[in-house]
Structure formats: structure tokens, C-alpha cells
Nanobody
Framework: QLQLVESGGGLVQPGGSLRLSCTAS????????IGWFRQAPGKEREAVSC????????NYADSVKGRFIISRDNSKNTVHLQMSGLKPEDTAVYYC?????????????????????WGPGIQVIVSS
């Protein structure tokens, strides 16, 4: 079983920065793509970013391009989401999710339905 836990959320002022982390444990490997998704109150869950295994190819939602950077530290089974230039509309519960892979695939999906493993989520509030 693959387990995920998010950390690093909290309250930040508009224009500020936060770094979220997603740590995997259990049956996990460097090949597993990791995605970040978020859900704001009263809204549907939306994609934020993802990173592949292998080359670490990344994709971003248009709403966060140029502000968020995803990276992975395979030695620690951790994926980071560095968020800068935060806006009130970034307020949401952020979830990381994973796909188990047994072969290298240098791309990742922003479709939440592709991810069977999910963390419990962590709150990010952007407010003055």
C-alpha cells in the first residue's frame, strides 16, 4: 500500500509564499508520478501541478503557471510544491496524489481520476 501525507500548509498574506510537501511511504518508488490538486469551499476539485518519475517532467494548471514550482527529492520520497505570489483565490485544501508505476514514463497527468492514492489534504488560507 502507498500512503501519502501533506505538510506545510497554513495562513499566509496575499503575495506571500508557502512550500507544501508530500511524503510517500509504503510501496512507493521513484517512478511514481505525483500530482497536486486543490478544492476550495463550494467548488470542485481542480488540478494544480504534477511531476513524473524518471526525468521529473512537470505540468501546471494555467492558474498557477509562473507562480508555483513542483519538485521531487527521491532520496526522501518527497515532492514539494513551492507556491509564490499567493492570491486569495489560492485558498483551498491541497491534496497530493500518486500513481504506482513499474516502468519509466516521462510525463504526468492533471486528471484527478488517474490517481488512485491520495493524502488526507492540508489547508492553505491566503488572507490579509
Amino acid at each position: 500500500q502507498l500512503q501519502l501525507v501533506e505538510s506545510g500548509g497554513g495562513l499566509v498574506q496575499p503575495g506571500g509564499s508557502l512550500r507544501l510537501s508530500c511524503t510517500a511511504s509504503g510501496f512507493t518508488s521513484d517512478l511514481d508520478p505525483i500530482g497536486w490538486f486543490r478544492q476550495a469551499p463550494g467548488k470542485e476539485r481542480e488540478a494544480v501541478s504534477c511531476i513524473s518519475g524518471g526525468t521529473g517532467h512537470s505540468n501546471y494548471a494555467d492558474s498557477v503557471k509562473g507562480r508555483f514550482i513542483i519538485s521531487r527529492d527521491n532520496s526522501k520520497n518527497t515532492v514539494h510544491l513551492q507556491m509564490s505570489g499567493l492570491k486569495p483565490e489560492d485558498t483551498a485544501v491541497y491534496y497530493c496524489a500518486a500513481i504506482r508505476r513499474l516502468t519509466v514514463f516521462n510525463d504526468c497527468s492533471l486528471l484527478s481520476s488517474r490517481y488512485p492514492y491520495w493524502g488526507p489534504g492540508i489547508q492553505v488560507i491566503v488572507s490579509s
